[in-house]
Structure formats: structure tokens, C-alpha cells
């Protein structure tokens, strides 16, 4: 057993870190403010090949571990968790849907543009009336010659207004339950497909969200990713790899919260003392820096099983599980350590703790996954 | 043969050597040499300034660069075998005395903030080390103890017209492959703020929009740049938020930062943690920028900015 | 078609240092990096080889563990690199940086043009350069802001002096040492590491190199500069400011 990383890894988390502070850091305050998607650092973020870290270098990834690609959404979250969780939900699961179920055509012509940046992905599988319940979904997709015509409304679609390349989940056939939903990839300006306004969120602000409108929208056969029916299954084993991408932005908020608790405390003097010496703020300072190590090892747990080609499904879920719970405990923790000054607009805690709080909601709420878990456990 | 020399490239700094070789010769009572370029007076104000014998470098070609020297007074050094060489820490000074070192086989301490004699006989050097970090006292035992001695780190060697010295000229060296082609002199031209060397930074304590003025003058005057704190440029709208120093604003790491009316919010003093020297003007003596300052003078602005502009005027000599 | 060798070093990032009780420095938990001023110098070589053609070597001597620095150097655009590791290498003094550097070049690298970066960020003696092309015979120009080499192979660099700037020119072979603004080091994207882990390394033992003198200077101690910043404070009259200058002066940050 070794608890390393190895030199490749520790350089490009290196590197990742110096990215963030220069690009990603400077403008994670505006960016929240202004609900804005900045795609000056994604043009960046292609560049030095982050968009793509998982995928195999023939299909314009970089070709490295998930391990990597984990360490990078970690250190971007570290700095902005919305451009954090982009690249997440881009490469966890727009790109590698279509890596693991692709066909070579299919591989060409939307993961090789995605992997290399050129276009962001998106993740088009919840509807208004389904949520965890993925199966109360309504939008259906018919056959009608050589295209299939999709309708029905998604909601909270991640890069809706901002995507390129879009991985949308409908019915094919109700009547066959869990068999009977397809995934289809399709690109923006496809007719019939449009994106409604991006929602103001409570946090994760420069990520765009909004509803995605299907009006007889006429996708080719080409277009069906994987076998008809398969798309539910396709969209479970998307999720175990975009929840360890959530985790590793919990991780990151994590960290940032307690890289300012510790600043703020030791620099922060009353009584007389900075107000790391009051036991009262140490203890929790304890309690931060504990369980983001045991996040941190859950997450790189999860991340290593995949790498290993191993089933991960429930080491995904206990890492997101516990990660995100922790992120959110802790950057209230990391508020009041800070008292007023944190509770003002500009300081860094009070983005990190309306961030946080999605990391316990999307790609599956945290009773969803202790759903997955004890289904596991329970079998 | 025993003795102490020095190398300037300029007289201002030639006089601040000759204070502390003057220093060191008198201990073991050795003569001081110092070489020099031949330019106006300079032989007699170094004599005056403590010099007993000066060595004079003949004008270079216009094409010439001062490192062609550097043979010459390699063998001067080998045949003289002085015990202490220093040398102004200027661009061309410490290159050309990291080149002589290494001709002469022997240590240099870099930047050399302070320098004395032990009980022993040893020349105990400072520098700093680890971006400021630390500070590494270094000895050095071969000869000559070499340092380069960074400008204004010792006052200038005062003037004593009662004293003679040799002077001798050397002859002029040969031309080297390396011709300088041009010389620009500064043209002072405004900075990134956090690029600037020097930040002057205008707090809530400043009463007049008006008062930014003799900000701007100090930061010319050092040739800095001027910022702010939030409540400057977010309330007041002063200046732009792209010159705001904080917490939520930019981060600067200059060598000098002088807040002016500062009141030291932890949220500003946090975008200025990694400056080498923070000072602050405040009138209230209790503001907390005084716990992050290094050095901090207390009193009203208006009273303070005239005689401090005065005073860095005549130390920077502008 | 220049062959161009950077120079690197592998250092304790100063970030990491902590302050210990009574002013001594705790190391327990730094971490490493490249000497900053020496990513300018290879990307400055990596610029120079995009427009000219040749080769970029880079060459370090440190201790083993550099190895890890000498993957940061090849994933920033380098072609291969010379390696002296040794654990006697950990805290080589610049004249001796210099010897073995200057001996690895001189039996081991086809070379126009060295790069050094003006001073390392943990000792910032800025003599490795110099002493170098000491070593090497070749012409040193030192504190360079910007360098173009000509058609004619002649080398044209601005260097950055007190009163302004210097332009000099020189033919090759020439060693330059430069300054942090002369451009803007590349952040190596994710290939970029992946693929330096297979360039080429040529490791050179210590057994391999002549003995290596006794260092010139000799630590006798160090310190941390301060704990806390300690604020010294002073009054507003004339006499005091004045000293509030001196102090100013003393400390090095007004010129």
C-alpha cells in the first residue's frame, strides 16, 4: 500500500494549482458575482490539455489517469468551484459517456472536439417532475424513419446555455421501465432543441443552468449513443465517474475553506491573541483539516478503483457522500470563524458556503447516494 | 600583500565602500585601494573619503563594456594578493565581480548586508537567502574575502581633504567580443500595480480626493505605483477597482509598500502579506496596520507627506 | 540553428518555510520547485528554438531528488537534459554549481548559447552565471531583458542596468543570464508532463565528474530574518522621517 502520488501526478497538480491562482483565482469573485461563464480560462483550460485529462489521446485527450483528471478538479475547485465542476460534468460525464459507449464515428466527431476543448458538453437528463426519480421522466424519443423526433423539457441542465454537445436522455420505450430509455448526443443548433435562460442560483453561479425545450427535435439514428434501451445504464455508470469528480470539488472547497480558516485565525487578533489560540476555533480548525483528509483519501480511493478498472459505483457514492457533507459542514464552520467579515460579499468563505451546498444536491442528492450505498451493502 | 580594496563603477558608491574598507583596513592596519573609474575628482574624493591608494580605469570605448576590465584587475589582484575585495552591487558590478571571484578562485558573498571581523581574524558576511526568509552568515576562506555591497546599505565615507594617496592609472584593456551597441537612459513609464517594485497606497484617511496627489508624487519620486484600499475605490470611487489591495482585490508582492491612511483591515493587509517591507503613515496610533508594518510613522498625513517627500529626495538625490 | 543549453536548479520553495521559536527555520515541511528566474531561462531557450530550429538541453546538478525538477524542466519544452544527482550535491556552493556544470558542457554538450536565470530563488547569489562562462571561456552578459540572435549568428541582448538599459551584441558562443520580464513562463499543460517522463536523461554520476573543490564560502549560520513584522515606530517630526528614510535606505527598497 502506498499513499503517494506519483512525480507526474504531483507536477501536474502543481502545475493546476498555478493555473487557478493565475487565471482562475484572480476572477472567481466577479464571475460569481456576474452569474458569468468564463470562457477566456476555458480557451485556456483546452490549451493545456484539462479538458480532456481522462481520454485517450487518439480522441484528443491527454490520455492520463481519472486520477489526474480528479487532482485537476480539485485544485480548479480549490479557486472556483463553479469552473471546477465544468470541467467535472464535461469530462466525468459528457466525455467519457461517449468514450465508454461510443462508436468510432461517434468518438470522432464529438469526443475528439470535446476532449480537446474545443466544445463543452452536457449532461440533459432531469426533468421537472424527475429528479432522483429519474424514471418519472416524461420526454420521449420516436423512430420515425432515419431520425429519431425527441420532445419533452429538461431541467437544471449544467452548460445549458454555454454547451456544445449535448447527451440527452429520453424515452424510447416507457413500457420496457429501466430498458426503455435511450441517450442521444446532440449538437447545438440541432432544430427543435433550445435552451431556455440560465437560472440565478444561490451559489455556483458562473456555471450555467437552465432549462433545455425539445420540440420535435429530429436527432439521426447516428446520434443514439450506445444500443436503444441502454441509456439508463449509460447514465448510472456516468454518474460514478462524475461523482468523484464532485467529490474531488468538494475536496477543493474544502481545502480553500480551511487554507482561509487557518489564515484568518492566526491573523485575526481579539482579547489580545490571534483567535487561532482560543481552543474553541483550533478544535474546529481540527475537525476541518480531519475529515478533508478522509474525504480526500475516499475520493482518491474511488478515483484509483477506476483506474484500476475495478467497480467503483459504491466507493463514488461514499466518497461524493462524505466529501460533499464535509464542504458544506465546514465552510459554515469556516463562516464563523470568520464572523462578520465572512458573512460579507467579497469574502472568500461566503462564495465557498453557497458552493458547497450544491456539491450535496446534483449528481444525485446525498440521500440518493446512501441510497446507492446501502444498496450495496444491504445486497 | 595585505590591504583592502574596492570597485565601483560610481563615485556616490565608491565613498559608501570606502566606509566600510576603511573600517576593516584600520583593525589590522592595512592600506585601502580603491578602483575607480577616472572621471572628474573622483582620485581625490577617495582619498578624502579614506582611500591611501587609488587605481584609476582610463575611460572605455563608447563600444566597451566594463567587464573588459575584468582580466586586468584579475591580475592586478593576483600580483597585490589584497585580503578583502568590495564591490558595488550594481547589474554590471555584480557581474563583474561574480567573473573576478571566479578568476581568483575564491568566495564571494552576494549582496552582503552586513560584514565584520571576529576575534579570529574571520570576515563574517550577511546575505539574505529564501526570498528574505532567512538571513545566512557565510565566512569565506580563501583570499580575497570577496562581497558585493548593495548601494545605500552604508552611509557615505565622510570627507577628510587632509589626506594624501597614490594614484595610478591602468592601461587601457583590449576590446572584448562583447560591444555595446546603444545606451537607454529611463523613461519612466506607469506599471502594472502588481508589477511595481514599490506601492504607495491611499487609504480612508486620506480627507480630499485631491490628497491621491502627493501619492502619486511619492510613488514618482520612488518610482512606485499607486493603489488602494476598498473603501477608495468601491465608496469613494478615488480609483479605479483594478488598483484596489485586498482581500477581494489584487494581491501585490513589491520589495515597498507605504499605506497611507491605512487603517490595516486584516481583508487589505492580506493582499499585501507577501511585500518585503511594509510601511505605514497613520495618524491613529492604535490602527492595526502598525502590528503588519515593519516601519510606521505616526501623525497626520498633512504634516508627514512634505517632510517625508523632502527626506527621500535627498536620499535618492532627485 | 542554435543548440541552447538552460540551466536549472531545483530549490526549497521559500513559501513552505516556517518560523520556528527564537528565529530558526523549520524545513520540516517544504516543498520543492524550480528556481524561478531559471523557467524564464528555459522558456526564453524554448522561444529562441521555436524561431531558430536546434536544441534545448537542460542541465541541473543537485541532489537525487532534483530528478523530479529535471521532469519539470523537459515538461517545459526541453528536448533532453544532463543530470548530475548526488546526495553530496544538495547544497553546492556557486563556485562549485559552476565547475560541474561547466565540466558537463564542456565534455559532454555541443552548445551555442547557455541560459542562466539571474539568480536562484533560495541562495539569489546570481554567480553561477558569471562564473560559468568563467569556466567555459565565453562571454558572459548578464541581467538581460530581452535577446535576438541575428542572421548572422551574432547574439543581440538588452540588459537591464541602473541607469537604464545597455544594448550589447556578441557572436556565439555566449553565456546570458535573464531577467524575470523577459517573458511570461509557460504553465505545461497535462502532455506536456505525461511526455517529458520520456525524454531522454543522461544521468551523470559523481564518480564520472573530477573531484569537486571545497566550497568558497562556508555557512556559519542561519536565521529567520523576523518572526513577526515588528513594527518600529516613529514620529513626525523632520529628525524622525529622516531616520524613517535612513531606515528605508538600510533595508534596500528605495533607490
Known sequence: MEFKL???????????????????????????????????????????DWMGIPIPVEYGGAGADYLIHILAVEELSRSCASTGFTVSIHVGIACMLVLLNG???????????????????????????????????????VLDGDAYVLNGTKTFTSNGPTGDTYMVFAWTDKAAGRKGMSCFIIPKGTAGMSAGTHFQKMGLRSSQTSEMVFKDCRVPKANLLGKEGAGLVMAMAGFDHGRVGIAAQSLGILQAALDESIRYAKERVQFGNPIARNQAISWMIADMATELSAARFLTYHASWLKDQQRVFSKEAAMAKLYASEAAMRHTIKAVQIHGGYGYCKGAKVERLMRDAKITEIYEGTSEAQRMVISGNVLR | MPGVWIFAERNDLALELLTVAGGLASQTGVKVTAIVPDQGDQADRCIA???????????????????????????????????????????????????????????LCSNC???????????????????????????????????????????PAPADTGRSGEIRKLPLPPSTPVRVIARKTKDRSSQDITEAKTVICV????????????????????????????????????????????????????????????????????????????????????????????????????EVMPRLIEELKKATGR | ??????????????????????????????????????????????????????????????????????????????????????????????????????????????????????????????????????N?????????????????????????????????????????????EINTPRIPGVRDTLTASKKPVVAIKKEELPPVGAARLQTMGMTATRMERNCEKFAATPEEVARFVGALQKLGVIS
Open chain 2, 49 to 107: 573619503g579614506g582611500a591611501d591608494e587609488i587605481v584609476l580605469l582610463s575611460p572605455l570605448g563608447e563600444d566597451m563594456s566594463l567587464a573588459a576590465w575584468i582580466p586586468v584587475i584579475a591580475a592586478e589582484a593576483k600580483g597585490a594578493d589584497p585580503d578583502i575585495l568590495l564591490i558595488a552591487a550594481t547589474a554590471r558590478g555584480k557581474d563583474f565581480a561574480a567573473r573576478l571571484a571566479a578568476r581568483l578562485d575564491t568566495g
Open chain 3, 1 to 134: 540553428m542554435p543548440n541552447i543549453i538552460a540551466c536549472c536548479k531545483w530549490v526549497i520553495d521559500e513559501a513552505y518555510i516556517r518560523k520556528g521559536p527564537a528565529g530558526a527555520l523549520d524545513f520540516s515541511t517544504v516543498d520543492y520547485k524550480i528556481s524561478d528566474y531559471d523557467r524564464n531561462a528555459i522558456e526564453e531557450a524554448v522561444c529562441l528554438k521555436g524561431l531558430h530550429g536546434g536544441s534545448v538541453t537542460v542541465l541541473t546538478a543537485g541532489a537525487p531528488e532534483a530528478a523530479k525538477g529535471v521532469k519539470d524542466a523537459l515538461s517545459r519544452g526541453a528536448e533532453q537534459a544532463f543530470f548530475a544527482g548526488d546526495p553530496s550535491f544538495n547544497q553546492l556552493e556557486s563556485s562549485q554549481t559552476a565547475a560541474i556544470l561547466g565540466e558537463i558542457i564542456r565534455s559532454r554538450i555541443p552548445y551555442d548559447l547557455v541560459i542562466c536565470g539571474e539568480g536562484s530563488s533560495d541562495q539569489y547569489a546570481q554567480q553561477v552565471g558569471p562564473r560559468l562562462a568563467e
Open chain 2, 113 to 155: 548586508t552586513a560584514l565584520h571581523r571576529e576575534g579570529d581574524g574571520t570576515i563574517v558576511m550577511e546575505r539574505l537567502a529564501y526570498g528574505g526568509t532567512a538571513v545566512d552568515r557565510v565566512s569565506c576562506s580563501t583570499r580575497p574575502v570577496m562581497a558585493t555591497i548593495p548601494p545605500r546599505t552604508f552611509a
Open chain 1, 103 to 141: 462508436t468510432e464515428e461517434q468518438k470522432q466527431q464529438y469526443l475528439l472536439p470535446m476532449a480537446k476543448g474545443d466544445k463543452l458538453g452536457a449532461f440533459v437528463l432531469t426533468e421537472p417532475g424527475a429528479g432522483t426519480d429519474v424514471m418519472a421522466a416524461t420526454t420521449t424519443a
Open chain 2, 203 to 302: 487609504g480612508r484617511g486620506m480627507e480630499k480626493e485631491e490628497d491621491i496627489n502627493i501619492a502619486r508624487q511619492l510613488a514618482e519620486l520612488v518610482g512606485g505605483e499607486v493603489g488602494c484600499t476598498r473603501p477608495i475605490s468601491e465608496e469613494l470611487h478615488w480609483l479605479p477597482d483594478d488598483l484596489c489591495i485586498g482581500l477581494s482585490g489584487v494581491q501585490v508582492k513589491p520589495d515597498l509598500y507605504v499605506g497611507l491612511g491605512v487603517s490595516g483591515q486584516i481583508q487589505h493587509v492580506t493582499g499585501i502579506r507577501g511585500v518585503r517591507v511594509i510601511c505605514a503613515v497613520n495618524k491613529d496610533e492604535n490602527a492595526p496596520i502598525f502590528q503588519a508594518a515593519d516601519l510606521g510613522i505616526i501623525g497626520d498625513l498633512r
Open chain 3, 136 to 180: 567555459l571561456g565565453i562571454p558572459c552578459i548578464s541581467y538581460v531583458q530581452k535577446l535576438t540572435i541575428g542572421e548572422d549568428g551574432r547574439i543581440l541582448a538588452e540588459r537591464r542596468v541602473e541607469e537604464g538599459v545597455e544594448v550589447v551584441e556578441a557572436p556565439l558562443p555566449v553565456l546570458v543570464t535573464v531577467l524575470p
Open chain 1, 6 to 48: 506519483t512525480e507526474e501526478q504531483e507536477l501536474i497538480r502543481k502545475n493546476m494549482r498555478e493555473f487557478a491562482d493565475k487565471y482562475v483565482e484572480p476572477i472567481a469573485g466577479e464571475i460569481d458575482e456576474n452569474s458569468r461563464h468564463p470562457a477566456e480560462v476555458f480557451k485556456r483550460l483546452a490549451e493545456g
